[in-house]
Nanobody
Framework: QVQLVESGGGLVQAGGSLRLSCAASRSIYSLNFMAWYRQAPGNQRELVARITSDGSTIYADSVKGRFTIYTDDVKNTVYLQMNSLKPEDTAVYYC?????????????WGQGTQVTVSS
């Protein structure tokens, strides 16, 4: 089992910055990946950024150059630094991870944190 606790959401003006945090209940070395997703009203949940255990990262095209995902292995925490925020970044942001049990990867989600960007 893995518990994920997110924090750091809020209201910010366009052009501003926020940093989201997601603390895992176990060592992130034991997890296949850590990722951030987001879901805006009426839209499907979409991948924002993902980091694997070897440090490889991928980003959605819409956030490349503005968002950075990174981990603190001591705190078992993944962060999403969001700069140059736009109103279209407004969404509930979710942390996700995957834990292997045998040959099956089980997904775990956080509860979500609201990010609102005003124009």
């Amino acid at each position: 089992q893995v518990q994920l606790v997110e924090s750091g959401g809020g209201l910010v003006q366009a052009g501003g910055s926020l940093r989201l945090s997601c603390a895992a209940s176990r060592s992130i070395y034991s997890l296949n990946f850590m990722a951030w997703y987001r879901q805006a009203p009426g839209n499907q949940r979409e991948l924002v950024a993902r980091i694997t255990s070897d440090g490889s990262t991928i980003y959605a095209d819409s956030v490349k150059g503005r968002f950075t995902i990174y981990t603190d292995d001591v705190k078992n925490t993944v962060y999403l630094q969001m700069n140059s925020l736009k109103p279209e970044d407004t969404a509930v942001y979710y942390c996700k991870t995957g834990l292997m049990r045998g040959y099956i990867e089980y997904p775990y989600w956080g509860q979500g944190t609201q990010v609102t960007v005003s124009s």
